[in-house]
């Protein structure tokens, strides 16, 4: 009976021991886990950093609007919309409408679609808190048969099909009043999954903004009086805009003709002093440049036009006024202009 019990003490005291080992070995996996999920984290910040500071969002867009109505700025449904210079864009209720108000994003340099991300690995997001079918909403469309729409949490591209020319919308409802801001992201799922930070577009890694706005108080219109004495009779206004190395003005105004002028015959009208360097003489894209409004009156109609000239060393952006057909005298009139004209600068 003695053995029994001296083997039975032994075989208690190695349990203990094997308890404590195992005990002592569970403290230390516990400590691990710990360190693994702080590693983890850490990781998973480090990744979200470089994420964020690299070219997360592929939605390069460069206006707003419509197709017939487009720039930094857009007015529909008594809602202003501006895209500010982080790439969002604020919209605000400013009288009450009938109709919804619809804005779309312009992406590059005119174009309007995003087919090449709707393939099931990318995410649209950007819509503010709040989003619904009664408030406002981000979109990517085409008809009926492509409607994707996020409301503020983001949403998955789902592969388009046959669908093509899918185009990104922003809706901002009738009943809805009150200013908010779109964020609009379109960044892969692996990025989504990592951080769901709203990063504006940026071509070829981190720093910079996807859009710089200019107002009316960067540019300098001066009017030009060599060759018409009534060149002062000019208002006018310029906006535009700068991304990567691409600069777009908007310029509107009137002007008053005071003197009958000659078939096929073309002056200036002003010189503008545009914020940054002028590169080079081409205009890179001109809406309406050429032909910025018809104005008829009789057999003859006038136009203006958009020109980069060298004035006093510097490159400028010069507005002239042509004439084509027949003469139409007497003069007086106020002419209305609207012209968009791109460049590229330097620096």
């Not at 070219?55 to 501006?82: C, M, P, R």
């Not at 999954?193 to 981190?206: F, L, M, V, W």
């Amino acid at each position: 009976m003695a053995d029994i019990i001296r083997k039975l003490e032994h075989t208690a005291e190695e349990i203990d021991g094997a308890i404590d080992e195992v005990s002592e070995a569970r403290g230390d996996y516990d400590s691990l886990n710990e360190r693994l999920e702080d590693l983890d984290a850490d990781d998973r910040a480090a990744l979200a950093e470089i994420i964020d500071g690299g070219d997360k969002n592929v939605l390069d867009f460069v206006e707003i609007g419509t197709n017939n109505s487009h720039g930094a700025t857009f007015s529909s449904g008594g809602v202003s919309w501006t895209l500010n210079e982080d790439g969002t864009v604020t919209a605000t209720r400013t009288e009450a409408s009938a109709t919804d108000s619809s804005c779309n994003l312009r992406i590059s340099t005119g174009s309007l679609y995003v087919d090449d991300y709707c393939t099931g690995g990318y995410v649209l997001s950007g819509c503010p808190e709040g989003g619904g079918e009664d408030t406002y909403s981000l979109r990517a469309l085409r008809g009926d048969t492509y409607r994707v729409t996020d409301t503020g949490d983001g949403i998955l591209l789902p592969a388009k099909g046959e669908s093509t020319d899918i185009y990104i919308n922003m809706l901002y409802d009738k009943e809805y009043s009150g200013t908010i801001t779109f964020k609009p992201m379109i960044c892969s799922q692996a990025a989504w999954k990592i951080s769901k930070a709203y990063q504006p577009h940026r071509s070829g890694g981190a720093g910079g903004s996807a859009v710089t706005v200019y107002s009316s108080s960067d540019y300098t219109i001066t009017p030009y009086s060599a060759t018409n004495p009534h060149a002062d009779y000019l208002t006018a206004t310029a906006e535009g805009y700068l991304v990567g190395n691409l600069q777009t003005v908007h310029i509107t105004g009137t002007y008053t003709i005071y003197y009958s002028i000659s078939s096929g015959y073309g002056y200036k009208i002003c010189d503008i002093t545009v914020p940054g360097t002028i590169a080079d003489d081409e205009i890179e894209i001109a809406f309406n440049a050429c032909f910025a409004q018809y104005l008829t009156d009789g057999l003859y109609y006038e136009f203006f036009i958009a020109k980069i000239e060298t004035v006093d060393s510097v490159k400028k952006l010069s507005i002239y006024c042509k004439s084509m057909g027949i003469s139409h005298g007497s003069g007086g009139t106020n002419k209305t202009f609207d012209i968009t004209a791109t460049f590229k600068v330097s620096g």
